[in-house]
């Protein structure tokens, strides 16, 4: 990884060198083991300027193998993070053993004692363990400490008439291009498609590009885009605009009742996609993705709770919405929150579908399931579902402590060991965890301290992994935000997989500029900023002029309260003028943009890619007091799938 850790880590392998102390290396064992029932035994280990070495002999009983080195941390803790994979290095003799080995940094965790060696055959379904308990002792340079962030390279101040055209409600802006784009993605007209879907991506047999095919109804993807829609529908004030968004978002509720009940489904409503006829796909994928139930019920309660605030019938509500028990084949949403209250603490993949774990981003939209579910029961009359969704959301919140680690000084993606190489343990999952997940009520708030300094550490990752990284400035000389993608170590292209492939989304750098422009707004509506020693890197970085202080609050109006806010809003529009830059003339939007060049690549017509960009200009509008914007951009209407 680079990036503001990078200097520390490369200056790993000097660090025996540098302090004049030798790296000291423990034997335990040069060859492999004799006794027939041993299929595993570690060999040699050094824990040296902050990385952790070791080499282990495992029987070659199978192919598929998983080796891991338990330890204790610095503060004599076993974590789900206090792990190491090893990985196969050679063959020994005829082939019946294996030599296994790990070079780790691990300097910010610390090590203290190895615990054991575990070895999975997972082709066979055996578990081997090498009990070690056994004191680590640090040799060679001293290991680093962690890095401060890097010194802005731009101090951009508030919002920039280039943005605020860009996404104007005007045709041919890009706000109306994201929502022309959008709805034709929104039961889209193609053989088959049934109503109520969402296609991922404009690709697969039944458009020109194939690769990646996208042609599905991602849960997830679905029920984000949805909430675009009833952001439309609440806003809109022309009844036949109104009543468009509202005959979708039926169809929508329809078409998920429709996924709960296939007879296909085998991970419960964990299932992350399903063929645009909504039959599920039950090809191999990384299932179950437990934070699709979340998301759609969510997006399903606001509606609910708009519609019933237009004059609707709760009775419709319960029949075509809520009541799964009564109208199975019509209402989804008590399913789907039952679902989360009994699933929420189990482990599943994440939003990339890459990872099987604790993932931060789940917990956070289920969390928030849980907390409008509780209230919107009992709105239904339903205290018993009420009851059991209110105390699953007070157990499930006590668990996300454990994502904050104060050593790497982050919100953890997930609460578990090194998967994907992702030694960072850094992922825009953390920052749309928040915006998708914030229940409103004060826990991991958009201004909250982890949250701000998670977020800087993630954008700032970015400044050294991305070539166009360097291209600080558009043609008119205004600053460009950093281009972020999902995690630095990411290696997908778009289609494959390649040694640094990975680029920046589109949908991840709106992201960080949605969560720029609530920043703000959660500050406006506290009325003051307070620094703390967690939270000063930040406003340090993104606000520099300000010069806020720990301990210090600066209320509303006050000449460094505008200062700070005036940083965090040009950045924002940073962000965005990103967006701006690396999109086509057209304004249609891929998933991501290349790391060197710049260039759209990927799936196209990304229908998430679309829904941030409108999700960030509707936050950008809310700070800026802009009350009639989605009213504006709502009352474009709808026909169909097409712009009215």
Known sequence: MKGFLASAVSGLALAGFVSGQACQTTTLTSSVPTNSSTKLALASYSYCGGTLNATAYIANVDYNKVVSLYYTNAQGQSTPLSVVNLGYSSGIGNGSWELWSTSTPIYIDGITKLLNLTYQATDVGKTYVQTLNLPVNATGGPAPTLPSPPAPYATPKGFGSDITSWLSVNIGSESETAFQRMFLNINPAIPGAAEGVVVAARSGPSYIQTNPDYEYNWVRDASLTMDVVQSLYSAATKAKAKTAYQNILFEYAAARATEQNDPGLQTGLGEPKFYLNNT???????????????????????????????????????????DSATFPASAPVMKDLLFV???????????????????????????????????????????????????????????????????????????GPVLNGKSSYLDTAVVLGVIHGYAGDGVYSYTNDQVLLTALRLATSFIDVYAIANTTTDSAGLTLGIPIGRYPEDVYNGTGTQTNGGNPWYLCTAALAQLFYSVSTEYADAGSISLT???????????????????????????????????????????????????????????????????????GDLTWSYASVLTAAFARAEVRGQKGYVRGLADLGVVGNTVA
């Open 341 to 415: 209250a009994s699933n929420w603490s189990s482990p599943s993949f994440d939003l990339w579908e890459e990872e099987e774990s604790d993932h931060f981003y789940t917990r956070m939209v289920q969390r928030r399931a849980l907390v409008l579910g509780a209230a919107f029961a009992t709105k239904m009359g339903d205290s018993a579902t009420s009851a059991t969704l209110s105390t699953a959301a007070t157990a499930l919140s006590a668990t996300l402590a454990q994502f904050w680690d104060p050593n790497r000084e982050i919100l953890l993606y997930e609460y």
């Open 533 to 603: 020693n967690i939270s000063k890197p930040f406003f340090d970085y993104f606000a520099p002029a300000a010069g806020l202080q720990v301990g210090q609050t600066y209320t509303y109006g006050s000449r460094k309260y505008n200062q700070a806010i005036g940083g965090l809003n040009g950045w924002g529009d940073a962000f965005l003028r990103t967006v701006k830059h690396y999109t086509p003339a057209d304004g249609y939007l891929s998933e991501e943009y290349n790391r060197n060049t710049g260039v759209p690549q990927g799936a």
């Open 280 to 322: 599920i796909f039950t090809g191999p994928w990384g299932r179950p993705q437990n934070d699709g139930p979340a998301t759609s019920a969510i997006t399903l309660m606001e509606f609910a709770t708009s519609y019933l605030a237009n004059g609707g019938s709760i009775d419709t509500v319960k029949q075509k919405i809520y």
